[in-house]
């Protein structure tokens, strides 16, 4: 039999994590109500029906005792963890912004866009959808980002992300600006590899930081596993102090700082220290997403409590948590669709 470990009850520990399956098991139920995370985060492998997922996000919350916010990754398009037939389908948000000869009309459509993906979250317990991206992608770039991208200019991009962030908020969800302080230039997957970037500190404010400093208000925000050199050669935006003073400091934003996903390949440090040097950088909250129960086990010995500026982020976060805005989902996709049909190109 394997050894139990257990933790000793604290506040929330400054942990957002995944679980292994669309059901909670009798394991993990025990093992996060001793860890007591901030949050949880949801991929396909736990999505099967409405009916499931409502039993599942009812369960995480209960194993912590209060209303543990709920992240999940539902851009539309190439990323999205809940599909047909029970859920929406979305063209892929650049082919949308591509095709529209309208700016306006456009950024009705995204609004409203955002807003029925919201709806549709919190109608199966999900209050955090991890969008906008406001990455501005570059022509060389990795196609990681590619058509997930509002655009390819810095204030097109600044404008749509505003109104994602918008619509997510009207739906009763919480939007994450990523990947703070710019994924575009990225020439790998950071799922798979590390990636630097060598464009200046100036190429970087002219470019890759404006729609950063635009949405700074946003309260919740995501790191890029991203090195830059021209601000640190040694060591990837999540892990550079340097780099989260600029977040702070140049691009104004306070609020609740996470890391993209922990367990990512373009880390390969062990996982203590992946944890230890990006709350030592600036970091409030550690992302894992895999759910791998031994690699949660090595991260919770490093993660603390929240508590001081990063509780009061959260916290802050947390407050603006909303009723969702009244309307139905149809009337909403209708709206939505006759303002892509009015102004597509032909």
């Known amino acids: 039999m394997a050894k139990t470990v257990s933790f000793p009850r604290v506040a929330e520990r400054a942990l957002i994590v995944g679980l292994s399956g669309p059901l909670l098991t009798p394991d993990e139920r025990d093992?996060?109500?001793?860890?007591?995370?901030?949050?949880?985060?949801?991929?396909?492998?736990?999505?099967?029906?409405?009916?499931?997922?409502?039993?599942?996000?009812?369960?995480?919350?209960?194993?912590?005792?209060?209303?543990?916010p709920i992240l999940i990754d539902q851009e539309g398009?190439?990323?999205?963890?809940?599909?047909?037939?029970?859920?929406?389908?979305?063209?892929?948000?650049?082919?949308?912004?591509d095709g529209m000869s309208n700016e306006i009309a456009l950024m009705r459509a995204l609004r409203l866009r955002y807003?029925?993906?919201?709806?549709?979250?919190?109608?199966?317990?999900?209050?955090?959808?991890?969008?906008?991206?406001?990455?501005?992608?570059?022509?060389?770039?990795?196609?990681?980002?590619?058509?997930?991208a509002l655009g390819v200019k810095p204030m097109e991009v600044a404008i749509r992300a505003r109104e994602v962030a918008s619509g997510t908020l009207e739906g009763g969800c919480l939007p994450v600006i990523k990947h703070l302080p710019g994924h575009g230039r990225a020439l790998h997957d950071t799922h798979e590899n590390m990636t630097r970037v060598t464009a200046s500190v100036e190429e970087l404010r002219r470019v890759?930081?404006?729609?950063?400093?635009?949405?700074?208000?946003?309260?919740?925000?995501?790191t890029a596993h991203v090195i830059f050199d021209a601000i640190d050669p040694k060591?990837?935006?999540?892990?550079?102090?340097?780099?989260?003073?600029?977040?702070?400091?140049?691009?104004?934003?306070?609020?609740?700082?996470?890391?993209?996903?922990?367990?990512?390949?373009?880390?390969?440090?062990?996982?203590?220290?992946?944890?230890?040097?990006?709350?030592?950088?600036g970091c409030d909250v550690i992302l894992h997403c895999n759910g791998n129960s031994s690699e949660m086990k090595a991260i919770a010995e490093?993660?603390?409590?929240?508590?001081?500026?990063?509780?009061?982020?959260?916290e802050h976060a947390l407050a603006q948590r909303g009723r969702p805005?009244?309307?139905k989902i149809a009337d909403l996709r209708a709206i939505h669709d006759g303002l892509l049909k009015e102004m597509t190109h032909v």
């Open 325 to 327: 805005r009244d309307g």
């Open 208 to 222: 890759d930081f404006p729609p950063f400093l635009a949405l700074r208000d946003v309260a919740l925000g995501m």
């Open 302 to 314: 490093e993660a603390p409590e929240l508590q001081g500026a990063a509780l009061q982020r959260a």
């Open 115 to 148: 807003r029925i993906i919201a709806l549709e979250l919190r109608e199966v317990g999900v209050d955090v959808n991890c969008v906008p991206l406001v990455d501005v992608p570059q022509l060389n770039a990795h196609p990681v980002i590619g058509n997930r």
């Open 31 to 68: 093992f996060f109500a001793d860890l007591n995370p901030w949050g949880f985060i949801l991929f396909s492998r736990n999505v099967s029906s409405p009916e499931q997922m409502r039993r599942l996000t009812g369960n995480l919350r209960d194993t912590v005792g209060r209303d543990a």
């Open 235 to 281: 060591a990837c935006a999540t892990h550079s102090p340097a780099v989260i003073d600029i977040v702070r400091g140049e691009l104004g934003f306070d609020g609740l700082l996470m890391t993209d996903d922990i367990s990512m390949k373009a880390l390969d440090l062990p996982m203590h220290l992946r944890v230890r040097r990006a709350l030592h950088a």
């Open 77 to 97: 398009g190439r990323v999205a963890r809940m599909k047909e037939p029970h859920w929406q389908e979305w063209a892929p948000v650049r082919d949308v912004c």
